[in-house]
């Protein structure tokens, strides 16, 4: 009987490791920016420059806003997500792709909150949006 009881506590411990998941281990991976600006009027994101961002394992972010590179440190809690240590390259660009790196700048500044929602990452920052596919 104790056989028994030990294998079906093994079984039921390996199938709550399966699907118990981290919220910072949903963001990893790599997200394409499709839209940005405030809550209330998005702006679609430019369709011709590869803007996104790509969260680490190791709690790293790296990515493009559409003019500059970027890279950082992240943490996540519940459903906010801190950035700190963030840097870009300073280059400067036409007034569109200058608009979306204020977009991309402003909301990873600081703490944002972060909603999933199928294959779409919202992280919001006071009224500053950007809004990511995978």
Do not use: H
Request: aromatic share 6%; glycine share 8%.
């Amino acid at each position: 009987m104790k056989k028994y009881l030990l294998i079906l506590f093994v079984i039921a411990l390996a199938i709550s490791a399966c699907t118990a998941e981290e919220p910072s281990a949903s963001l990893t991976g790599a997200w394409k920016l499709t839209g940005y600006g405030p809550a209330d009027a998005q702006t679609p994101a430019i369709a011709d420059v590869d803007a996104g961002l790509t969260f680490s394992e190791d709690g790293t972010v790296t990515g493009n806003s559409g003019c500059n590179g970027l890279g950082g440190v992240y943490t996540v809690q519940g459903d906010q997500v801190t950035f700190s240590e963030v840097t870009s390259t300073l280059m400067a660009c036409d007034d569109p792709r200058m608009a979306q790196e204020d977009a991309v700048q402003q909301v990873l500044t600081d703490t944002a909150t972060f909603k999933i929602e199928g294959n779409t990452l919202t992280l919001t920052n006071n009224d500053m949006v950007l809004v990511l596919t995978r």
